[in-house]
């Protein structure tokens, strides 16, 4: 299946665009009943590993993550659920799919097959930025983003 980006942007977009008052008229959907308090961002993710301990230092060593308390920079964040059937994460075992910002897509790729980590670079060309996949020790999968300048 190609990854179509604009679902993935669609939600970063929204993100960075504010709340629903501010939307464009004859965007109905984006006008129903918002909450008056709002979640403020990601605060954990939390799954099974057969080895957390191991599994956590690859995410440190590799990406740069410290798993107690990873401070990570602001941005676009796209809360996207994806329809049960769908091969955007891989193996139908996969109930979940991390995507990461990244600065410099081609300086993380060259750091992450340095330590023979295999990486795909999406050679397709976006509006939106560039991507990269990956998956973890574990199989888990991996996406890498880096944002189009604006």
């Keep these: 299946m190609l990854i179509d980006r604009r679902t993935f942007i669609v939600g970063a977009a929204l993100a960075t665009a504010g709340t629903a008052e501010s939307a464009a008229p004859g965007t109905g959907e984006l006008q129903m009943n918002m909450p008056t308090e709002r979640v403020l961002g990601i605060g954990g993710l939390f799954f099974r590993s057969r080895d957390p301990k191991k599994l956590a230092q690859w995410y440190e060593l590799n990406l740069g993550i410290d798993h107690r308390v990873w401070q990570q920079a602001a941005g676009p964040t ?45 050679p397709e060309k976006s509006p939106y930025g560039r991507f990269a996949r990956l998956h973890d020790p574990e199989g888990n999968p991996i996406e890498l983003w880096e944002r189009a300048n604006p």
């Design 78 to 122: 796209s809360f996207t659920p994806f329809a049960m059937d769908t091969d955007y994460f891989g193996s139908q075992q996969q109930g979940w799919m991390v995507n990461f910002r990244v600065r410099n897509l081609d300086a993380m790729v060259a750091q992450l097959q340095q330590s023979n980590i295999e990486v795909k670079v999406d």
